[in-house]
């Protein structure tokens, strides 16, 4: 009870109340700082024992662009899935680090395509665009294959997309 007397008697102590107030700033800030930074790295990534690993013409896809600097990688693309309409995006990218073996995440965010409104025989998958910007601190420098991890309305397939990019010098 002693501290929240001495903010209630905030004007008697003001030097404490304006520490209070510093120290209050400080902390939401780093934790800010913290979470924003945390949704920007890539994560280790283990494959679903229950995926499927081969695409089998089941997923059509393209990889538009990818983009690496020293401190991020950024790729951008499609994929859906043949003879269905898109509904609930949850796909995201995948890279193997040829060297190693060892696959990272990519936070991917869903991007509208509109021109995939009427493809396959007029399936709506506009909501096939897939963008990813991951902070690549501490990566290893080499060859990634980029996989795609497809998950939308309710599938689970794992695949590579054949595209391989360099990393680092």
Same mark, same amino acid.
């Given at each position: 009870m002693k501290f929240l007397d001495k903010?209630?008697? /905030?004007?008697?102590?003001? =030097?404490?109340?304006?520490k209070t107030i *510093? @120290?209050?700033?400080? &902390?939401?800030?780093?934790?800010?700082?913290?979470?924003?930074?945390?949704?920007?790295f890539m994560r280790n990534y283990k494959?679903? /024992?229950?995926?499927?690993? =081969?695409?089998?013409?089941k997923v059509n *896809? @393209?990889?538009?662009? &990818?983009?690496?600097?020293?401190?991020?990688?950024?790729?951008?693309?499609?994929a859906y899935r043949?003879?269905?309409?898109?509904?609930?995006?949850?796909?995201?990218?995948?890279?193997k680090h040829e060297?190693?073996?060892?696959?990272?995440a990519l936070n991917t965010d869903m991007t509208y395509k509109g021109e995939l409104y009427s493809v396959d025989e007029g399936y709506d998958c506009r909501r096939s665009g897939m963008y990813a910007k991951g902070i690549a601190i501490g990566l290893p420098k080499g060859l990634y294959q980029i996989y795609i991890e497809y998950?939308?309305?309710?599938?689970?397939?794992?695949?590579?997309t054949g595209k391989v990019f360099k990393f680092g010098g």
């Open positions: 903010i209630l008697d /905030a004007e008697l102590e003001e =030097k404490f109340f304006k *510093f @120290i209050s700033i400080v &902390i939401i800030l780093l934790m800010v700082i913290i979470v924003f930074l945390n949704l920007g494959i679903p /024992a229950d995926a499927i690993t =081969k695409n089998d013409d *896809f @393209i990889i538009d662009d &990818i983009m690496t600097s020293r401190k991020y990688i950024e790729i951008s693309g499609w043949r003879g269905k309409n898109v509904g609930c995006f949850n796909n995201r990218f995948i890279i060297a190693t073996g060892k696959y990272y998950k939308s309305d309710g599938e689970n397939i794992v695949f590579d």
